[in-house]
């Protein structure tokens, strides 16, 4: 399976202009137009605020990470959601991403639409509708899906759900953590679900085990939740409860991959393993929201030292000010929580920014 | 121009199944549809998280702000980002506000496409392309509009715009607060706008004068900012500085309505001013945000106890329980801040109402 990569296909798309709100066109260009437009926001000939992907940093950071997580020799799903662009999937597609990390039925949906096939879904599957939606997935038999399980109650709707359609599901054990978010807690839990899953075999397939340590926030609690991962992995393994070869193992946001990295790989598991991390804010890199993994990376990861480089901001918004009522006090023409820009800080730190820009404008339009 | 209603144009739509998450559908359903699919929430008929919008509940609180602002012999102007539903702009001029207030070029430019021909742009109107935007609006003569100045700056880049283009723009001075948002702070600043506003006759037309209380949160300083609006107005009227009669008086959020519409509608301005209130969250009516507001208007307001009734909360959201990993925590499948519902105070208390759900999901089914 390791050496099969879906590569989606490319087709072409209008924007639209209404929904966009790029400004005042009589006409929605085409993608294959906008490069002949050239656009300059110096010029204002976009409405702001936009956000600007640098092509550079955004591809120097595409082959960063793979080559950061193929040094580990771990596999590379970043999460899709924090763009949700299916250029952008399969631009880390074509560099070598083993798949696809997704967070619910729907986006796996639009991933597949644009050519994805192989999908980890990051959370426990439930309901109704998501089920028919992912089931109509499974008839492809190029679609390699994954979802996690963390109770005997939702791994009994899944068997109930597939089992009738003569499909197979495979699911990850989610292990979470006290005051976490999901996943299995303890052992008494852990022994409910896999007596739940003896129950709704083959239909529900046991692939692997997955966490998200990035609930946590130091780094010797994230240790001990790796080390119990690892432990579980191979308890699990030793009593033959995998129905996947390599077993599946996966984690990492985008604070701790390093640190998932390195953990999970000197776990010498050799190939009876598969390690697939999920960091999925590394295109765009937000320097201030990972500041602190960045400055860890950088002092103390000997595969960073070796790369001798690092992640590079490659997302820019542009707003107007549109009003500096007190000499302090810039009012920027944007929402402070869009989920488009998850990572600006404080309306004030981009408003002083903005100010720069503003006069840089400025000296671009005498 | 009072008695102009602007009523939009209604369209059929399609509703696209995999943009809105719907579920599995392999068509996509037109509006008129929709009622003949019989839509079951508990028969797990959509794809959760929806939003449910209580038809009756909208409607009585479309008729019961309708009467309360009236009551006060002030206009209506809804606040339009709420939603950014046309639907319901449309509900909303038909049960006669006088208009829909937007926050920006873009959202105006989608307004009019659904049919608005009145729009209080409750913002500064800046940059190019938004300029752009609104000029070709403009060109319909019975395209009435309205956008805030408050910087001489940008009343001569609004100027020097629309005088070129032989186009006239109506504005509103904003007067703001000393560390609040947008808005000029003192009479320095006043004298600097209205100075470059007689530079820019007729093409920057002076239409009246707005504000927005909701920055300050205890109502003495509400009072008194209010008390200085209608200074301000009083003092500019004696000045012959408008170009529009009656003059526009234009505040309040959805917090501080029932104090805006007392103190400007005391201040016996007669038929020189119309007062026009631009609440938007009252269509789907949050208890918890404006628990506070609600109980002072029940308590204290003369029109609201006439009235004997209150605005009652109208909109639902559904979502999944994924995983109960802890006896008191339950994880449910949605965001906490999206945009559509900015109104949802913690996770956890939406997780506790979902628990009720689910078992009444759970009862359903059996």
Redesign the interface.
């Known amino acids: 399976m390791n050496d099969k990569v879906h590569v989606p296909t490319k087709a072409p798309i209008r924007i639209p202009t ?1 929904n966009k ?4 066109y009589s006409r929605e260009p085409g993608s294959a137009d906008v490069a002949r437009l050239d656009w300059n926001l110096l010029r ?5 605020p936009t956000a600007v992907l640098y092509e550079e940093r955004l591809l120097h950071n595409l082959d960063w990470m793979q080559r950061f997580i193929s040094a580990y020799g771990a596999k590379l799903a970043p999460h899709g959601k924090t763009t949700m662009a299916p250029r952008l999937f399969e631009l880390q597609l074509q560099a070598g991403a083993w798949g696809i990390t997704l967070a ?3 986006q796996t ?2 991933a597949y ?1 644009h050519g994805v096939r192989r999908v980890l879904m990051a ?2 599957l ?5 089920m ?2 992912i089931g ?1 997935l499974l008839h492809d038999s190029d679609f390699d899906f994954y979802c996690l399980v ?2 005997a109650e ?1 791994i009994d709707q899944l068997g109930k759900f597939y089992s009738q359609l003569n499909l197979r599901l495979n699911v990850l054990v989610e292990l ?1 953590v ?1 005051g ?6 303890d052992d008494a ?1 852990l022994q409910l679900v896999l007596t739940a899953l003896s129950r709704w075999k083959p239909s529900i397939a046991l692939s692997g085990l997955e966490i998200y340590e990035g609930v946590l926030h130091d780094e010797p609690s994230i240790r001990a939740f790796l080390f119990r991962a690892v432990e579980v992995t191979r308890q699990l393994a030793s009593e033959s409860r995998f129905d996947r070869s390599p077993i599946l193992l996966s984690g990492a946001g985008s604070a701790w991959y390093d640190v998932v990295a390195e953990a999970f790989s000197s776990s010498v598991f050799g190939d009876a393993v598969e390690i697939v991390l999920r960091p999925g804010c590394y295109l765009t890199h937000d320097v201030g929201a990972y500041r602190e993994a960045q400055n860890r990376i950088r002092e103390n990861n000997p595969i960073a030292r070796q790369m001798n480089s690092e992640l590079l901001p490659a997302l820019q918004v542009w707003a ?7 000499s302090e006090k810039a ?1 920027v ?1 944007m ?1 402070r ?3 488009v820009f998850p990572y600006l800080r404080s309306i004030s730190d981009l408003a002083m920014q903005d100010r720069k820009w503003h006069q840089r404008i400025g000296q671009y339009q005498k």
Chains 1, 2 share one sequence.
Do not use: F, W
């Open positions: 209404l709100g790029l400004g005042s204002e000939d976009l409405s702001l619910t039925a729907h949906q639009v639409a959370n426990q439930v309901g109704k509708q998501n028919v939606a109509e963390d109770s939702q979470g006290k976490g978010r999901t996943g299995v807690r839990q107007y000010v549109q009003s500096i009522p007190e009012i023409g929402r929580s869009t989920p």
